[in-house]
């Protein structure tokens, strides 16, 4: 089975804080991608990555950057965390096309105050 | 606009009935369209991808329909079970990304 793992499942930090959520799969999949989920809205994309050090913007890019060092992990990085960045947020793999069957870990709940 | 909706109440189906759910979506014109199940506090677990030359598609009690000429596709659970509550969301694939519902949340009540 695939599995896709992040670091933290509760996370709470302050207004200005530099946030980092990690995300590991296990299958090789050369594709991984960043979500926002909030009540209410689809999942949006906020960055993609098709290969390593390869990097895409999704349809929500401001605020957050992305690394990509090993074809396993891809992190996010709230360079200075926003209320309006209090989010659930969700990494996913996949080994093909973009937009196939896309493969998520459990989530990572995410609290600015 | 570019929407994707899926029916934002929840949706209250007595055990052992057909659960039906939809997904309209407007200006896009998706190659193929997937259904995903979502538990709360989990990630999406993918269920279904149905091609828009295929009208109809099966996995044991899931069935997925998919209309291009009504920008429609239904999700159907039968013989539904409390197992099978959970948040159902839809994703099409447009310019080579998946853009996604927000899900429809279905109770089925003992």
């Known amino acids: 089975d695939v599995k896709v793992t992040q670091s933290s499942r509760y996370l709470v930090k302050r207004t200005g804080e530099k946030v980092f959520l990690e995300c590991v799969q296990d299958m090789d999949h050369e594709n991984m991608f960043w979500y926002r989920q909030d009540p209410g809205l689809g999942l949006r994309l906020i960055y993609f990555?098709?290969?390593?050090?390869?990097?895409e913007k999704g349809d929500i890019p401001e605020g957050y950057s992305v690394s990509r060092e090993k074809k396993e992990r891809f992190s996010l990085i709230l360079e200075s965390a926003s209320t309006n960045q209090t989010s659930m947020y969700l990494c996913?793999?996949?080994?093909?096309?973009?937009?196939?069957?896309?493969?998520f870990g459990p989530g990572t709940r995410l609290t600015v105050t | 606009s570019q929407k994707i909706e899926q029916n934002s109440e929840a949706l209250n189906i007595q055990e052992g009935k057909t659960a039906t759910l939809t997904c309209n979506y407007t200006?896009?014109?998706?190659?193929?369209l997937q259904w995903y199940r979502q538990d709360p506090g989990r990630g999406p677990v993918f269920l279904l991808l149905?091609?828009?030359n295929e009208k109809e598609k099966r996995k044991e009690r899931l069935k997925v329909t998919f209309d291009t000429t009504l920008k429609q596709s239904l999700f159907h659970i039968t013989a539904s079970q409390p197992a099978d509550s959970a948040t159902y969301l839809c994703a099409l694939d447009s310019n080579y990304q998946l853009i996604w519902g927000a899900g429809t949340k279905l109770i089925i009540k003992p």
């Open positions: 149905i091609r828009e």
């Open positions: 990555s098709y290969d390593v050090k390869m990097k």
């Open positions: 996913a793999s996949n080994p093909t096309a973009i937009s196939y069957e896309q493969y």
């Open positions: 200006n896009y014109s998706p190659a193929y």
